[in-house]
């Protein structure tokens, strides 16, 4: 048979239209979001659009093998095979429904990507490789559903079967069995990817399955009649039951998230005195970033603040937080610009006190100080507008009390402020 007379008799024709267009739904109402916050981080941008999508692949998949495999079961084509073995004709049966799992496992990853204008990278494809291997492997299961069951019973019910197993695999309390589905429940964060581990847990069972259910139809040869069905059913139950039991070994003392693997980002750095070094990725904003700590940092020196940072990196990728060692800052200079309150991040790390625990309502008056100096004093006003252990009697005390320090004399603000650094500490917990 041509192949354009295949496609044309093949069920992954009529239904390739709904496909598409369920496809590019979901991912303008459910993916397209996380993807524009990815900062175009590409494994984040595959894992994130694959994640719903993964079981409206694999139930389709699975219902057109269903369905393709009983219209196979009604011809003598599927008996006789006098020209062609059945793997053969499974796989002439079988490859136009795949294509179809593939191309909605694919094309929301495509879409991501090209919209970001981010190249994949070949850690950042193995939840999309996985997925289109279990995607084959239900189109497998399918077809020997559809070899024993009529097609208008078992492609509608294993299609219902196959989304809903899939789709509320993380939402149970089962940590095991969402590591075991084929749908990768975690998107990797700026600095991680995928680990082999959950990849071969995800794959391991459905592809088992597809194994096993294959053992049943594909001919045995060399044993007496009586003995190869007993052997074909015996073969693929220990087939079954050891890539089960194999996953489950792997993910039993795993919780709610896979482990993942964590990469080193390239990063661009910029200056000296102080060096700011960003992630490739975000690095663009690398000289407006650095003009704006060397600025605030100025005018942290000229109030009398002694910072001491000569190098400054994003925090992004390693914890996503403020560390400070010695002269060596990390700062959450990406989220930070893009907030548009950089500026105070740099205040928060300038000011520095003598102890772990400072007394919070000194920290909040030098911090409010800095802030005033540094020209952030908008950015101050909102972190004390949504700090929910103020109310409105002790957000106009700090008012007053930085009122009347910012009208004093230059040197006594000076001396006020290392003086309610020491006090803090007094009155907070004590010395480091």
């Not at 993807?35 to 694959?50: E, Q, W």
């Not at 719903?52 to 139930?59: H, V």
Request: aromatic letters at 8%; a positive charge; glycine letters at 8%.
């Amino acid at each position: 048979m041509r192949l354009r007379t295949r496609l044309r008799a093949h069920s992954a024709l009529w239904a390739a239209p709904l496909a598409v267009a369920l496809t590019l739904l979901v991912y303008h109402t459910v993916s397209a979001e996380p993807a524009a916050d990815s900062y175009g981080y590409a494994p984040t941008l595959v894992a994130g659009p694959l994640s719903p999508m993964y079981a409206f692949a694999y139930a389709l998949t699975a219902a057109l093998g269903a369905w393709e495999g009983n219209r196979l079961s009604r011809v003598p084509v599927w008996r006789l095979t006098p020209n062609r073995s059945r793997p053969r004709i499974a796989l002439d049966a079988l490859w136009p429904a795949v294509l179809l799992g593939w191309l909605m496992l694919t094309l929301p990853v495509v879409i991501a990507l090209v919209q970001q204008g981010v190249a994949p990278t070949a850690a950042s494809l193995r939840p999309l490789a996985v997925g289109l291997l279990v995607c084959a492997a239900y189109a497998v299961i399918g077809f020997a559903v559809g070899l024993r069951l009529p097609d208008v019973i078992a492609a509608p019910v294993l299609a219902v079967v196959v989304f809903l197993m899939v789709a509320t695999a993380v939402a149970l309390q089962i940590n095991w069995w969402r590591h075991l589905v084929g749908r990768y429940p975690y998107i990797p964060e700026f600095g991680e990817v995928a680990g082999w581990p959950s990849m071969a847990a995800h794959a391991l069972p459905t592809c088992a399955f597809a194994l096993a259910a294959a053992l049943l139809w594909l001919p045995v040869r060399r044993l007496p009649p009586r003995l190869g069905p007993a052997v074909r059913l015996g073969l693929a139950a220990a087939v079954a039951a050891a890539g089960l039991g194999g996953a489950y070994a792997l993910v039993k003392d795993w919780g709610a998230d896979p482990p993942v693997a964590h990469v080193d980002i390239p990063v661009r750095c910029a200056g000296e005195n102080p060096r700011v070094c960003m992630p490739e990725p975000t690095a663009d904003a690398l000289p407006g970033v650095r003009a704006e700590v060397v600025g605030t940092l100025g005018k942290l020196d000229r109030a009398g603040v002694d910072h001491g940072a000569t190098a400054v990196r994003d925090s992004l990728g390693r914890g996503d937080g403020t560390t400070i060692s010695g002269s060596r800052w990390e700062l959450p200079l990406t989220d930070a610009e893009r907030r548009g309150d950089l500026g105070y991040q740099v205040v928060r790390a300038a000011v520095r006190f003598p102890c772990a625990e400072p007394d919070p309502m000194s920290r909040r008056l030098a911090l409010g100080w800095a802030a005033d100096k540094a020209g952030q004093s908008e950015s101050f006003a909102r972190v004390l507008a949504e700090d929910p252990y103020l109310d409105s009697t002790r957000r106009e005390e700090i008012a007053s009390s930085l009122g009347t320090v910012l009208g004093q004399s230059a040197e006594d603000q000076k001396r006020w402020y290392r003086t309610t650094l020491t006090q803090a500490c007094t009155v907070g917990g004590g010395d480091r």
